[in-house]
């Protein structure tokens, strides 16, 4: 492989255009966390140790590749791993094939 790349390989189960597991997007991950903070301007950080930025690829792919229907949407805790939650807020994530653009 040549100098500056990196390859990966990955098999995530499409589960149903309605429905998805998430064991698949954890396998072989030791300690995954990450979390979402909105910042005062209207901004959104993210913060995520290695194995967190896996799981999050994983599964943003597995909701890219996996064929979900229009409108499917799952909702998340803004922390996720170890350590203490960040309250009742949370990431909605929902598919969408034609947006609609408010700009």
């Given at each position: 492989m040549p100098p500056g790349l990196i390859k990966v390989e990955l098999e995530l189960t499409a589960d149903?255009?309605?429905?998805?597991?998430f064991r698949d997007t954890y396998e072989g991950l030791k300690d995954p966390w990450y979390r979402f903070e909105v910042t005062p301007e209207g901004g959104v950080d993210l913060w995520a140790n290695p194995d967190g930025f896996e799981h999050l690829a994983r599964f943003f792919l597995k909701m890219a590749r996996s064929g979900k229907a229009d409108?499917?949407?799952?909702?998340?805790?803004?922390?996720?791993?170890?350590?203490?939650?960040?309250?009742?807020?949370?990431?909605?994530?929902?598919?969408?094939?034609?947006?609609?653009?408010?700009?």
């Amino acid at each position: 492989m040549p100098p500056g790349l990196i390859k990966v390989e990955l098999e995530l189960t499409a589960d149903t255009p309605n429905s998805m597991h998430f064991r698949d997007t954890y396998e072989g991950l030791k300690d995954p966390w990450y979390r979402f903070e909105v910042t005062p301007e209207g901004g959104v950080d993210l913060w995520a140790n290695p194995d967190g930025f896996e799981h999050l690829a994983r599964f943003f792919l597995k909701m890219a590749r996996s064929g979900k229907a229009d409108g499917y949407h799952s909702h998340h805790t803004l922390e996720s791993g170890q350590g203490p939650s960040t309250g009742e807020a949370e990431l909605t994530i929902t598919v969408v094939h034609e947006p609609t653009r408010t700009t």
